[in-house]
Nanobody
Framework: QVMPMESGGGLAEVGGSLRLSCTVP???????MGWYRQAPGKQRELVAT???????NYADSVKGRFTISRDVAENTVYLQMNSLAPEDTAVYYC???????????????WGQGTHVTVSL
């Protein structure tokens, strides 16, 4: 099983910035990668995704503030979060779409989550 490794969460002030990172071993063939978040008492929601070809998709709530990018060679995806607001407080999860390899079918896998807290 492949477990994405996340880093970069923590505490930020309103209007501040944080950068999240998520990586899987370079030996893993990856299609899309993305970030989701789950606030207390709410369902997990999409934040941003990036395809292997670089196609981007953002939730309306983060457009213009968050930027997703990836290093294909390093199998790493980043989420630069600027102009943070209290409603961005959540556990952020990395999602990786692992491609089929040999006889093994492709599958999706989640990181363990990293906490982001935005305070006044």
């Amino acid at each position: 099983q492949v477990m994405p490794m996340e880093s970069g969460g923590g505490l930020a002030e309103v209007g501040g910035s944080l950068r999240l990172s998520c990586t899987v071993p370079r030996s893993v063939k990856v299609n899309g990668m993305g970030w989701y978040r789950q606030a207390p008492g709410k369902q997990r929601e999409l934040v941003a995704t990036i395809s292997l070809g670089g196609r981007l998709n953002y939730a309306d709530s983060v457009k213009g503030r968050f930027t997703i990018s990836r290093d294909v060679a390093e199998n790493t995806v980043y989420l630069q979060m600027n102009s943070l607001a209290p409603e961005d407080t959540a556990v952020y999860y990395c999602y990786v779409d692992v491609a089929a390899m040999g006889d093994t079918a492709g599958f999706g896998t989640w990181g363990q989550g990293t906490h982001v807290t935005v305070s006044l």
